[in-house]
């Protein structure tokens, strides 16, 4: 039996990718991912994280990885609904992954409010027979969700990192972090607009561009 965890990265961010995993392992080596301390990526540190993937790439049979660039996440959220398209957009994603895969039976980290939903939009997109298990907080549940989780994670920061090498410190790169709010005022100031790296369809992102240019907000 194959079994497939995925999960994501970075979903709520203004900055950077939404990095999505999947992992493939053989059942009955499940337990292996156990072992080595593998559990919900949010709890460890970057270093473990990083470590952790080292050692969970030995142990799976095969991974796979997407991610979704922020001006593809743009025109999907200003096409509707900002929720309902990007948990569609996220579920598309996902069974990309089970088709790479090709696992007997998936364990996904539900984004949508409905559960038993996210996994059905899932298996829409799947043209072959498996079984699709979505639960909210699964990275919690299930060990093997929860190393897609780290490995989600670690690639998301990665890139991160990459732009933040290139552009400057701007902080974890979510709306709540004071850092993130006065790189991005501070661009909007210099540049009139935001770079390819920033979600401009956000409305957070929206308002601070207004606030930091009132006087350019309609031009732009």
């Known amino acids: 039996m194959l079994v497939c965890g995925i999960d994501d990265a970075g979903r709520g961010a203004v900055i950077g990718p939404l990095v999505i995993a999947g992992v493939l392992i053989e059942e009955e080596n499940v337990h292996k991912l156990v072992e080595i301390g593998v559990k919900d990526s949010k709890t460890l540190t970057p270093k473990r994280r990083e470590r952790l993937t080292e050692e969970i790439l030995?142990?799976?049979?095969?991974?796979?990885?997407?991610?979704?660039?922020?001006s593809e996440i743009d025109r999907v959220v200003e096409a509707g609904k900002k929720l309902h398209k990007l948990n569609r957009l996220e579920a598309q994603a996902m069974a990309e992954v089970v088709r790479r895969l090709k696992p007997d039976i998936?364990?996904?980290?539900?984004?949508?409010?409905?559960a038993e939903r996210f996994g059905r939009h899932i298996l829409e997109e799947v043209p072959f027979k498996v079984k699709?298990?979505?639960?909210?907080?699964?990275?919690?549940i299930y060990p093997v969700v929860s190393a897609a989780s780290i490995l989600a994670k670690v690639?998301?920061?990665r890139a991160i990192a990459e732009i933040r090498r290139?552009?400057?410190d701007f902080g974890s790169g979510y709306i709540t972090d004071v850092k993130t709010v006065r790189f991005l005022e501070r661009w909007i100031r210099t540049h009139g607009s935001y770079p390819d790296f920033?979600?401009?369809?956000?409305k957070p992102a929206k308002r601070l561009k207004d606030r930091a240019s009132p006087g350019q907000a309609r031009l732009l």
Do not use: F, N, Q
Not at 58 to 70: F, G, M, T
Not at 132 to 140: E, N, P, Q
Not at 198 to 202: E, G, T
């Open 58 to 70: 030995k142990i799976v049979k095969d991974h796979y990885v997407v991610k979704l660039a922020p």
């Open 106 to 114: 998936v364990y996904v980290d539900a984004s949508d409010v409905s």
């Open 132 to 140: 699709i298990v979505s639960k909210h907080k699964a990275d919690r």
């Open 155 to 157: 690639e998301r920061d």
């Open 166 to 168: 290139r552009y400057g």
């Open 198 to 202: 920033v979600r401009k369809s956000w």
